[in-house]
């Protein structure tokens, strides 16, 4: 079974910076693309980040050049260093991972659990 669990997460004042790390575990064959997203209070999940296993990354319009992506292959693990956090960043962040747990089998998708991210003015 795959688990996807976050770590990183926690309070910081407005302007602060945080990493949060993804790890994935288990049995599997390899992690595909990676990301992250985001749920604040009353509103919808949203796309943060996400980056391919060759590294290729995508991010939400509003955070570029604050948030950055990266993943370390042999560890399965993904990063997100966010910067310059603003009270608007607080929400909850989700891991997700297309993950395929056999050489032939089809990549499926698999979430963390969720961190707290709070960012207070």
């Known amino acids: 079974q795959v688990q996807l669990v976050e770590s990183g997460g926690g309070s910081v004042q407005a302007g602060g910076s945080l990493r949060l790390s993804c790890a994935a575990s288990?049995?599997?064959?390899?992690?595909?693309?990676m990301g992250w997203y985001r749920q604040a209070p009353g509103k919808q999940r949203e796309l943060v980040s996400t980056?391919?296993?060759?590294?290729?990354?995508d991010y939400a319009d509003s955070l570029k050049g604050r948030f950055t992506i990266s993943r370390d292959n042999a560890k399965n693990t993904a990063y997100l260093q966010m910067n310059s956090l603003e009270p608007e960043d607080t929400a909850v962040y989700y891991c997700?991972?297309?993950?395929?747990?056999?050489?032939?089998?089809?990549?499926?998708?698999?979430w963390g659990k969720g961190i707290q991210v709070t960012v207070s003015s």
């Open positions: 997700n991972a297309e993950v395929k747990t056999h050489l032939y089998s089809r990549a499926m998708d698999y």
């Open positions: 288990g049995r599997f064959f390899r992690t595909n693309n």
């Open positions: 980056i391919t296993s060759g590294g290729n990354t």
